[in-house]
């Protein structure tokens, strides 16, 4: 930043403190407060306790897959199996689930423990087959992930065809999908614990440490002695984790297991994290941002069911909010450019 003629440093205008206000936050502080504007003023409702406590149970689902999503997207990557994730362990899951309590109707606690190991395990294996096509193969994160996507869509649509699973035990989703602690919904701790695990994980440990140096410079880290490999493996392995507890908080929230759930997570898990200011390029992201990115987009689809709106046009409203976001982090990258200068 040049200085004035006289020699002291210009003032600061209230344009060139938006500025440096988007260059430090981005443009999602800006989203949030001009959604909260509109919608309070649409709705009466949109702002009661109630309607907030259920916004933010309804973002949990996402934010779990977006937290995943988060960690291919910092290496350069990006998953788009993860709606086929959720699906795969919400049918698997409920199979294994309903198998398991028509055989040992007393063993409830039996039947809910391995019927979440079952589905739980079923989308981490395909997170560990996209780790190892994108890192032991090469093959690119898009063919890949879109590869795995119709495989597991296909597999979840063989298994039901295409008949909802009924049958789990009613406790399942009395306590995942409908439990309070203190007045708060089950999911909501449920994704508080993974947002620690995450933050624990990109904050203190090595492979947090790795995930950025991957997706900031792929060769350097190899010259520098990283397994990038490995880091890249473990990248879609967490994402398939993490996608697939969601998968197993919404079967319970469904009680159900639905091959067909999850098909717009792909598309709202990206814009979450493009929102919250996770570079496609890889190598920069910000946890909290992507927690209040998929926070903002459940804030939106609220405000809009309150308005009564469409639910395609939601779609169109995630697309597009998507584009902005893309397009507002070229602007500010470029606004931080000339800063700097």
Not at 64 to 69: C, K
Request: proline fraction near 3%; charge should be positive; hydrophobic fraction near 55%.
């Amino acid at each position: 930043m040049t200085a004035t003629s006289d020699g002291q440093p210009p003032r600061r205008t209230p344009l060139l403190w938006l500025a440096h206000v988007f260059v430090r936050a981005g443009v999602l502080p800006f989203l949030l407060l001009i959604a909260v504007i509109v919608f309070a003023l649409m709705s009466s409702r949109f702002l009661a306790w109630g309607n907030l406590v259920n916004v933010v149970r309804q973002s949990s689902y996402l934010t779990m897959v977006a937290m995943g999503q988060m960690l291919a997207l910092l290496t350069g990557g990006f998953d788009l199996s993860v709606g086929t994730i959720i699906a795969i362990t919400s049918v698997v899951g409920a199979m294994a689930m309903t198998a398991l309590y028509t055989a040992y109707p007393d063993a409830v606690v039996m039947s809910i423990a391995l019927g979440m190991l079952a589905g739980v395990g079923a989308g981490v294996a395909i997170g560990i087959l996209n780790g190892i096509g994108v890192a032991a193969l090469g093959v690119s994160p898009f063919m890949m992930t879109l590869g795995m996507a119709s495989i597991g869509f296909g597999i979840a649509l063989f298994l039901t065809g295409g008949v909802p699973v009924y049958g789990m035990p009613q406790e399942f989703g009395k306590v995942l999908g409908f439990g309070q602690w203190l007045g708060i919904p089950a999911p909501i701790f449920v994704t508080a614990a993974l947002i620690v695990f995450l933050y624990v994980l990109l904050s203190w440990t090595r492979l947090g440490r790795y995930l950025y140096a991957v997706g900031g410079n792929l060769k350097a880290s190899a010259l520098s002695g990283i397994g990038t490999r490995f880091t890249l493996f473990m990248a879609y392995v967490l994402c398939g984790a993490m996608t697939a507890i969601s998968g197993i908080m919404l079967t319970a929230r469904l009680a159900t297991g639905e091959a067909n759930i999850g098909a717009s997570m792909p598309l709202e898990s990206i814009a979450a994290c493009v929102i919250g200011g996770v570079s496609l390029r890889g190598g920069t992201g910000r946890l909290g941002n992507v927690v209040l990115g998929a926070i903002f987009i459940g804030l939106i689809q609220n405000g809009m069911n309150l308005a009564r709106i469409e639910s395609y046009l939601q779609i169109v409203v995630v697309g597009v909010l998507l584009i902005f976001a893309v397009v507002a982090d070229q602007i500010r990258q470029r606004i931080m450019a000339r800063l700097q200068d």
